[in-house]
Nanobody, 124 residues
């Protein structure tokens, strides 16, 4: 089970940290990803971290502004979002995958387990 939280309303240029709590699985065996979706559009990849934490990948649109991390002791994954822009407004989802192939972590279909979304709204 995955539960994402930490969304909210923030002004452009501000920061938010999203959290995702994982339960019921051996967390350290899985890669974790963040995706986002705007109503009426397809869900898109944001960031992912592999099972060991040694590899992190980002969408070009968030590279340098967002940071994904994980805490094995707490079974948590985080998305620190800085320098937020209005175009970052979306529902953000965390997801869990068994794949160990880093390039596959960008693919939505690599993730069989999804949490509910948390809304992020960035005002201009």
């Amino acid at each position: 089970q995955l539960q994402a939280y930490g969304g909210g309303l923030v002004q452009a240029g501000g920061s938010l940290r999203l959290s995702c709590a994982a339960s019921g699985r051996r967390f350290s065996n899985y890669g974790m990803g963040w995706f986002r979706q705007v109503p009426g559009k397809e869900r898109e990849f944001v960031a992912a971290i592999n099972w060991s934490g040694g590899s992190r990948i980002y969408a070009d649109s968030v590279e340098g502004r967002f940071t994904i991390s994980r805490d094995y002791a707490k079974n948590m994954v985080y998305l620190q979002m800085n320098s937020l822009k209005p175009e970052d407004t979306a529902i953000y989802y965390c997801a869990l995958t068994r794949t160990a192939i880093v390039t596959t972590l960008r693919r939505e279909d690599a993730y069989p387990y999804w949490g509910q979304g948390t809304q992020v709204t960035v005002s201009s």
